[in-house]
């Protein structure tokens, strides 16, 4: 894991968004993996703000998200499909062809994540997927004690996970219970995983998920088994690693073709 560290949320946005840039610059037809929730916002709006400064462009790009209620249509504004479209679909200069979410309101789940699946097959899996991480540990929604063998289906929310989420619902009661979610070795199969985490609520996850062992108990911590992952956190994220200075320290002597 190559892991940075910066003062502030901002900051570390700034970083994440610098490197989905890079890669973005980099490659033609690029598929992109996303993630909603409060983590990634200030990083889609940085984005933005690069391409409409003329700087960026998602013309070549396919976009995947990692997970959608069950039973809310796309058009419900508590729906992960209206988030994206609000904070960087309508956007950015994405064609809305190439944009992708978990059909949670598909009359047959079990069929509609095969099809999810095979979509990201069809496109040629993905280059880089950006992550959140829960508070329990969970990626996506792959909540503790799930297999780390997953592929996307359908999950049961934790009661933590609901009471999180709650804030975005008017009555913490019409929180969803389920969720259509990439598994967790459809993430691992991401060519590149980039995983921002903010803030004290997440410091004790951001630990395990780093120093801990690999556990189902914490599905992040499958991360430490993938060939490539940039985590970037803010100090209060980071602030119960143990080797939180080494980090520091390797970060400011690589060499300049490892520099992003």
């Known amino acids: 894991m190559e892991i940075l560290i910066r003062d502030t949320p901002e900051a570390s946005a700034q970083v994440a968004a610098d490197v989905v840039s890079k890669i973005i610059r980099e490659r033609a037809n690029l598929v992109l993996g996303l993630a909603t929730g409060g983590t990634p916002l200030r990083m889609y709006q940085e984005l933005i703000r690069m391409h409409q400064a003329g700087k960026l462009s998602f013309q070549n790009c396919t976009t995947f998200n990692l997970d959608e209620y069950v039973g809310l249509p796309p058009e419900d504004e ?124 997440k410091a004790d996850a951001v630990r395990r998920m780093i120093e801990g062992s690999v556990s189902a108990s914490c599905p992040a911590s499958i991360l430490q088994m993938h060939p490539r992952v940039t985590v970037v956190l803010d100090e209060e994220s980071a602030y119960l690693l143990v080797a939180k200075e080494h980090y520091k320290w390797i970060e400011r002597n690589k060499l300049d073709w490892q520099r992003h």
């Open 78 to 201: 508590r729906s992960y499909n209206h988030y994206m479209r609000s904070n960087l679909f309508d956007r950015v200069d994405l064609d809305p062809a190439q944009t992708h979410l978990p059909d949670g309101d598909a009359p047959d789940l079990r069929e509609a994540c095969r099809d999810y699946e095979q979509k990201i097959k069809d496109a040629g899996g993905i280059d880089l997927q950006v992550l959140g991480i829960g508070a329990n540990g969970h990626i996506g929604f792959n909540e503790p004690t799930g297999s780390l063998a997953s592929r996307t289906w359908v999950k049961i929310l934790s009661e933590q996970t609901i009471r999180d989420n709650a804030v975005h619902f008017d009555d913490p009661q019409e929180v969803p219970r389920h969720v259509v979610t990439m598994g967790i070795s459809t993430i691992m199969e991401a060519r590149h995983c980039l995983l921002l985490a903010n803030g004290a609520k």
